[in-house]
Structures are given as structure tokens and as C-alpha cells.
DNA sequence: GGCATGACATTGC
DNA sequence: AGCAATGCCATGC
């Protein structure tokens, strides 16, 4: 497993148990090789849809050598935010297509390769 | 505690 | 379709 589920973290969060960066970077392990999430879709399913740059600045601050899957979260639109990044943008585009992401003009198909987070595991 | 910053999102041209 | 203007809100000084 990746750790707590994103019910946990969600709760954690609001709970005040862990700061929003922590929560983003628990929630961003969950996102599986092969799908994207946009930055925005990351805040929702953290509880705070209006969020999303506070996402990006949480993902900014991480060490080059995390363990967190930070390239599969890009821009709501398909775009990549760090296309313009001489160093990571080129790593996120190759991380991508390793993982089967296809890209296509800059930009992910985002209805069908955008990550849906599994809400039947909910806990009773 | 107030103010500027920013890997975003949405809306209006 | 692409670009500018606005709204958002956690962080750090």
C-alpha cells in the first residue's frame, strides 16, 4: 500500500493532524503510474477544491529525490505546468511516456488518462 | 498578524 | 483556439 487512504488523510487534514503539504503529498501517492490528476483535482479530493495553486507551491517545495510521483500531477487543461523548466519539465514529459502516458502537442488526454480516486473503499 | 508570492482554475475577450 | 484578467488560499517573512 501507499499509506493512509485518502479518507484519513482528508480527515487528518481537517483534523489539523498534518499541514496541507503533507496531506498533498500523501494524497499524490496515491495516484497509480500510468494516470495524471490535475492540481486542482488533488486540492478537491483533499477537501479544499479551491486549492489548487497551494498544491503546486506544496509540490515545489519537495527534495529532487522523493519518493512522491510528483510528475503525474499537471495542469487541469492537460498542459504541463514545468514545460518551461529546463530540468524537470523534460523529466516530467519522459516520467510520463515511461509510465504509457501518452502526450500529445505538450499535453495529456486528460478524459482518458486523468485519475479517478476510488471512493468505494470508503470506510464503513 | 499583515503582506507578498505562486508547479493553478475559470471566465471573458 | 489562445491570451489576459481575477479569484484562491497555504506559506514564509
Redesign the pocket.
Known amino acids: 500500500m501507499q499509506g493512509p487512504s485518502l479518507v484519513d488523510i482528508a480527515e487528518a487534514l481537517a483534523d489539523g493532524d498534518v ?6 503529498y500523501a494524497a499524490v501517492r496515491h495516484i497509480p503510474a500510468g494516470a495524471v490528476a ?4 488533488v ?1 478537491a479530493a483533499l477537501g ?1 477544491p ?13 527534495p529532487p529525490e522523493t519518493d512522491v510521483p ?2 503525474r ?5 492537460g498542459s504541463i ?2 514545460q518551461g ?1 529546463p530540468n ?1 519539465g523534460p523529466l ?1 514529459a519522459a516520467m510520463l511516456r515511461q509510465e504509457g502516458v501518452h502526450i500529445h502537442d505538450h499535453r495529456v488526454d486528460m478524459a482518458r488518462f486523468r485519475w479517478r480516486p476510488d471512493l468505494s473503499i470508503r470506510p464503513a
Open positions: 499541514g496541507f503539504r503533507m496531506a498533498v490535475g492540481y486542482g483535482h486540492a479544499s479551491r486549492a489548487a495553486r497551494q498544491v503546486g507551491y506544496a509540490l515545489a517545495a519537495l510528483w510528475w500531477v499537471i495542469r487541469s487543461d505546468a514545468l523548466d524537470r516530467q
